[in-house]
């Protein structure tokens, strides 16, 4: 087998980039979540300064772009992405522009803006962003931060993996959400190596099902459009590199409707006492969805963000 782009030694080596505030976060086991017939335990990635695992990605990228001398960067973003990026670049005196949709969570929006971030807003979806990115960075000759495709925020999010296999190395599943794949690659990545008795399984929206497409493809799958809640893995378009390693590294790839992602952040909110992302659900919706396969299992949940608009969030968890 051939392997992934990743690499142990720097994987390694970026948690002595990374800032400790991202690091050797919370797993522990959700009693209450015991109703799903399984044993639930929460990987936290909520409770640092960007609110999401994409903090580990961006220290990364940005510690390796200070190092260099660069002074400048800009990537396109969904909002959580932005926000590490802002974040490790203020640390380091980068200039940092984020490039979004206009359709973007606002309270997404204004954390890019507090923290000292270039704003530029974009008609259309994430693609548009990410279209408008490439152009500012050739124009202004600086760094395109791509997510996924960048290794660094693989490497960055595979220093999770390292964190589950010191702390959980018998659980039997780890639930991941995928988007643009830096999470499920990261992370499988490290399960392959150092659990490989752990099953890894995706979970996408069905509303935004390109990747999970492609994985049983095989082959890059692109949509015409991505409609869901869970704007931050809303992509269309897969990066054909990062599908390559995630067919190394997932056992699954799995699709789950908009209606079980807002029951999962309803018993997160209810059972965990977590404001959670739509992303962040994703976990609990593929056990909601298929009860049997998890059935009587140890199963780890990443709960990847807690970006979310307040009035939205209101009206997904409230019970009629």
């Excluded at 050797?24 to 409770?47: F, N």
């Excluded at 990026?85 to 997404?108: C, F, M, N, Q």
């Excluded at 509303?207 to 704007?231: E, K, L, Q």
């Excluded at 992302?277 to 807690?306: K, M, W």
Aim: charged share 25%; aromatic share 2%; with cysteine.
């Amino acid at each position: 087998m051939r392997p992934t782009r990743l690499d142990d030694a720097r994987i390694k080596d970026a948690r002595r980039r990374i800032d400790p505030v991202f690091l050797d976060t919370p797993l522990y086991r959700c009693e209450p979540l015991d109703q799903l017939g399984c044993t639930v335990s929460i990987k936290l990635e909520t409770a640092n300064p960007v609110r999401s695992f994409k903090g580990r990605g961006t220290e990364l990228v940005t510690s390796l772009l200070a190092e260099s001398g660069a002074r400048a960067a800009v990537c396109a973003s969904a909002g959580n992405l932005g926000q590490g990026l802002a974040w490790s670049g203020r640390r380091r005196g980068l200039d940092i522009t984020v490039v979004a949709s206009s359709s973007v969570t606002p309270a997404k929006l204004d954390r890019i803006r507090a923290l000292g971030a270039t704003l530029e807003l974009v008609d259309g979806d994430h693609e548009a962003a990410r279209e408008r990115a490439a152009a500012l960075s050739r124009r202004e000759g600086i760094r395109l931060v791509e997510d996924s495709l960048d290794i660094e925020t693989c490497e960055g999010a595979a220093t999770i993996g390292l964190e589950l296999a010191d702390a959980a190395p018998s659980a039997d599943v780890v639930l991941v959400a995928l988007g643009g794949g830096a999470l499920a690659t990261g992370v499988g990545h490290v399960i392959r190596s150092r659990m490989p008795g752990t099953e890894m399984i995706c979970v996408q929206p069905a509303g935004a099902p390109a990747m999970t497409r492609s994985w049983h493809a095989r082959r890059v799958v692109t949509t015409d459009s991505a409609t869901t809640i869970a704007d931050g893995v809303a992509g269309r378009f897969p990066i054909p590199a990062v599908l390559e390693d995630l067919l190394l590294v997932a056992d699954d790839a799995v699709l789950v409707q908009e209606e079980s992602i807002v029951a999962a952040m309803r018993l997160l909110l209810e059972h965990a006492g977590l404001v959670v992302e739509p992303s962040a659900a994703l976990g609990i919706a593929a056990v909601l969805e298929d009860p049997a396969r998890f059935a009587g299992r140890d199963v780890v949940t990443i709960v990847c963000g807690s970006n979310v608009d307040p009035d939205a969030y209101r009206r997904w968890t409230a019970r009629s």
